[in-house]
């Protein structure tokens, strides 16, 4: 069974202040590490698709990297419009089926 | 191009009381699935499709039905509502498990409240 767990559960920031939030995952035969992100109220909102371990991807102030075991997201020098919730997930095997984990709630502080 | 719409936004049901909530898609997307959200919990997937005419259940099937019987729509039904269906409830499509780029673009969601 795919799993996916994500740390910290809230991160706060101050403004320009860069972290780090982490997904470590077990997944059977991985075909991609997916991010979201999304705000309240809302659906979440696509950000980024990872394949391979050693693969990295940029948004402005966003980079997501990944190993075999676990992917992060890098935020350098947030703006208090970073903050949401951050969602990671994965999809194994043969099928489309996403496996989320718990989200990591970011608030950046003016 | 509208992407994924869900209707309705906000519903109040009570006890036993059954509901269909609306899911279409204009981006000729292959896979469609429901997910539902609860504090605490992620999100859990509750049914999905492969394409029209075929649907299976998910991890937290139990009090739904769907079916597809278009590529564009994918409705959720609630036969006997209970309070423990409280929740928020997203609809997802993507192109399908035979491509790469198969992220997922998600409607706004319906807030659901059973008394």
């Known amino acids: 069974e795919d799993q996916v767990t994500q740390s910290p559960e809230a991160l706060r920031l101050q403004e320009g202040e860069s972290s780090s939030l982490n997904c470590s995952y077990t997944?059977?035969?991985?075909?991609?590490l997916f991010w979201y992100r999304q705000d309240p109220g809302k659906g979440p909102e696509f950000l980024f698709t990872?394949?391979?371990a050693g693969e990295e991807k940029e948004k402005e102030r966003l980079k997501a990297t990944l190993t075999k075991k676990e992917s992060f997201l890098h935020i350098t020098a947030p703006k208090p419009e970073d903050s949401a919730t951050y969602l990671c997930?994965?999809?194994?095997?043969?099928?489309?089926?996403?496996?989320f984990g718990k989200g990591i709630t970011l608030s950046v502080r003016p | 191009n509208a992407g994924v719409t869900q209707t309705p936004k906000f519903q109040v049901l009570k006890t036993g009381q059954s509901m269909t909530l609306q899911c279409a898609q204009d981006?000729?997307?292959?896979?469609m699935s429901w997910y539902r959200q609860d504090p605490g919990m992620g999100l859990r997937l509750i049914h999905y499709?492969?394409?029209?005419?075929?649907?299976d259940q998910g991890e937290v099937p139990n009090g739904y039905n769907v079916s597809r019987s278009t590529t564009e729509d994918f409705p959720l039904r609630l036969l006997s509502a209970a309070p423990s269906q409280t929740s928020v409830y997203f609809c997802?499509?993507?192109?399908?498990?035979?491509?790469?780029?198969?992220?997922?673009?998600f409607g706004q969601g319906t807030r659901l409240t059973v008394v």
């Open positions: 997944v059977s035969g991985l075909r991609g």
């Open positions: 997930a994965v999809q194994g095997g043969a099928n489309s089926k996403l496996t």
């Open positions: 997802a499509s993507s192109k399908g498990q035979k491509v790469l780029n198969t992220e997922a673009f």
């Open positions: 990872l394949y391979s």
């Open positions: 981006m000729n997307h292959e896979y």
């Open positions: 499709s492969v394409g029209a005419g075929i649907t």
